[in-house]
Every structure is written in structure tokens, then in C-alpha cells.
């Protein structure tokens, strides 16, 4: 079993909105994936708010629901082919601040392929 994590923090992140982000995920060929959107507490409730998804089935845009509150983070974990992948990103005024993505699976060609798109994608050019 090979692993690969990936840590981007915010001076090497491209800013990124979330239904950008969404979007872009939405098209990577999952087998199977789960969404979960946290969003930061509103007034006179406890703690955040979290709302899941177990497929892109509905436009990645209306998948964020924090219109009152801000967005806190995304987390997008599934499998592509073979490999599991695990994309945790940090939101900071609705843009993208820091992304994590930690990749496992039995074939490291495989893995390197997912982690040169990830990093095509997040890291400044």
C-alpha cells in the first residue's frame, strides 16, 4: 500500500471560490465520493453546521449553503479507480486559504498521476 499526502498551505494555495472548487471535483472520475460542507455557527446555535452529500448530483453552486454564515470548509473523500483520496480545503472569506490531500492505493503510478492533477490545480504558477 503506498500513501502520498499533499499540504498546501496559504502562500502556496491558488485562491479558489467554493463552486469553483466543487466544480472542478465534480468532474474527476469518482467511483464513489462523499461531500461534507462545514459552515461556521450561526447566531444563537452552538456549534457549526455540516451538510453531506453522497454524490455531484446537484449543481455544485447550490451545494453551499452558507449564504448568512461563512463557509469554514469543504471535505471531499472517495475513490478514483483504485486509489482512496482524501481533499480537506479551507475557506477564509469564501476563497480557498489551505488544502490538504492525502492519497492511498495498491498502484503508485496511480497515485502520481492524482497528485501531479491536485497540484496542477491548487499550487501557484
Given at each position: 500500500m503506498f500513501e502520498s499526502i499533499i499540504a498546501l498551505p496559504s502562500s502556496n494555495t491558488r485562491r479558489m471560490k467554493s463552486a469553483k472548487f466543487l466544480k472542478?471535483?465534480?468532474?474527476?472520475?469518482?467511483?464513489?465520493?462523499?461531500?461534507?460542507?462545514?459552515?461556521?455557527?450561526?447566531?444563537?446555535?452552538?456549534?457549526?453546521?455540516t451538510t453531506k452529500y453522497n454524490a455531484?448530483?446537484?449543481?455544485?453552486?447550490?451545494?453551499?449553503?452558507?449564504?448568512?454564515?461563512?463557509?469554514?470548509?469543504?471535505?471531499?473523500?472517495g475513490t478514483i479507480g483504485n486509489s482512496k483520496l482524501k481533499i480537506t480545503c479551507i475557506f477564509s472569506e469564501g476563497t480557498s486559504r489551505w488544502v490538504e490531500a492525502k492519497i492511498e492505493g495498491e498502484n503508485k503510478s496511480m497515485i502520481t498521476v492524482i497528485e501531479k492533477q491536485l497540484l496542477k490545480i491548487f499550487r501557484l504558477k
Open positions: 472542478t471535483f465534480a468532474s474527476f472520475n469518482w467511483s464513489s465520493v462523499q461531500v461534507e460542507i462545514n459552515c461556521r455557527p450561526r447566531k444563537k446555535h452552538n456549534g457549526p453546521f455531484f448530483n446537484i449543481p455544485p453552486n447550490k451545494m453551499v449553503r452558507c449564504k448568512k454564515t461563512p463557509l469554514e470548509s469543504i471535505q471531499l473523500e
